[in-house]
C-alpha cells in the first residue's frame, strides 16, 4: 500500500528514516504527500496518542502499517479529541505547517548531531527559515534562532513535552 494511502484510511504505522536521522515512529498517519509524512504520536508508555511529528516524505526509509494485534497494545483512544483541534489542510509541506503554528510552541531537530535540537516558539516562517524564540532547559526564554527548513529533519508539537514546558516557561 503507498503511504499516501494510509493517511486517507489514518492508519497507524511505523515510519523509519535510518539512514538520514536513524529514528522510528510511530503514529497515526493523517498527512502523507510528496512533501511531508504527519503523525498522531503514539505514546508506547502510556499506551495513547500524544501530539504531532512531522517530518520530510523524502526521509522516509520505510513504514510498516501496524497489523490487527498490534492495536491491542492502544489502551485509550484520545485520537479524535487531538485531531478535532487542528486544521490538517494546513499541513502541506514544512513551510505551510509551520506558518500554521506560529506562536505555538515546537520541537524540531536537525540533521546531524541527534542532541541538537531546539525548543521554543515560532516567530516568523519564510520559504527558506523559521524564525524561533528558543526556551533553555530551565524554561527560560534564551536567543531567539533562525533554522533553514532545509535542516528540518523533524518537528513535533502539542505533545506533553512541549506542553509542559509552556506551562513552566518564565
Not at 60 to 74: F, H, P, Q, S
Not at 100 to 129: H, M, P
Request: charged share 25%; proline share 1%; aromatic share 10%.
Amino acid at each position: 500500500m503507498k503511504l499516501e494511502n494510509t493517511s486517507k484510511q489514518r492508519l497507524i504505522i511505523d515510519i523509519d528514516t535510518a539512514p538520514n536521522s536513524d529514528n522510528v515512529y510511530s503514529g497515526m498517519c493523517l498527512v502523507a504527500n510528496s512533501d511531508i509524512v504527519m503523525l498522531l504520536n503514539f505514546d508506547e508508555e502510556n499506551c495513547e496518542f500524544d501530539g504531532f511529528t512531522i517530518v520530510k516524505n523524502n526521509d522516509v526509509e520505510k513504514y510498516r502499517i501496524w497489523e490487527k494485534d498490534d492495536y491491542l497494545v492502544l489502551k485509550n483512544d484520545n485520537s479524535q479529541s487531538l485531531i478535532s483541534n487542528i486544521n490538517l489542510e494546513n499541513f502541506l509541506d514544512l513551510e505551510t505547517s509551520l506558518k500554521s503554528l506560529t506562536s505555538e510552541f515546537v520541537a524540531i531537530f536537525t540533521y546531524g548531531d541527534e542532541n541538537d535540537f531546539f525548543v521554543g516558539k515560532i516567530l516568523s516562517v519564510n520559504s527558506n527559515s523559521v524564525e524561533l524564540h528558543l526556551v533553555d532547559e530551565n524554561s527560560k526564554w534564551c536567543e531567539i534562532e533562525v533554522v533553514k527548513l532545509s535542516d528540518i529533519s523533524y518537528l513535533g508539537f502539542d505533545t506533553s513535552y512541549e506542553n509542559e514546558i509552556k506551562k513552566n516557561v518564565v
